[in-house]
Nanobody, 128 residues
Framework: EVQLVESGGDLVQAGGSLRLSCAAS????????IGWFRQAPGKEREGVSC????????YYADSVKGRFTISSDNAKNTVYLQMTSLKPEDTAVYYC?????????????????????WGQGTQVTVSS
């Protein structure tokens, strides 16, 4: 059974940091792109970042560039999202998702409809 399990969400003050984890099981980690998305109340789900588990290529939304860092530990089948300088507008439920390679990832990584598997989400709340 394919599973993606996010963890690490919390309540944090503006300017603080959090590290989210996405643990994958039930599929071969190598050969997938792993993305992080977020959805705030009343807003559409948006792509935050993505990483290729095979070559480590990374992609970021402009809103998080320089503040968030995505990384992968293939031995643990886990992808991390290190979030720093958090802002109240980062408040959302954060989801990780897996997209099977090959794919034109540079152009589609932020499109949720292309992803095959999804986790249940973890809440991040940033207070001002």
């Amino acid at each position: 059974e394919v599973q993606l399990v996010e963890s690490g969400g919390d309540l944090v003050q503006a300017g603080g940091s959090l590290r989210l984890s996405c643990a994958a099981s039930g599929f071969t980690f190598d050969g997938y792109f792993i993305g992080w998305f977020r959805q705030a109340p009343g807003k559409e789900r948006e792509g935050v970042s993505c990483i290729s588990s095979s070559d480590g290529s990374t992609y970021y939304a402009d809103s998080v560039k320089g503040r968030f860092t995505i990384s992968s530990d293939n031995a643990k089948n886990t992808v991390y999202l290190q979030m720093t300088s958090l802002k109240p507008e980062d408040t959302a439920v954060y989801y990780c998702a897996a997209l099977e390679a090959p794919a034109p990832i540079a152009s589609i990584w932020g499109e949720s409809r292309y992803y095959d598997y999804w986790g249940q989400g973890t809440q991040v709340t940033v207070s001002s």
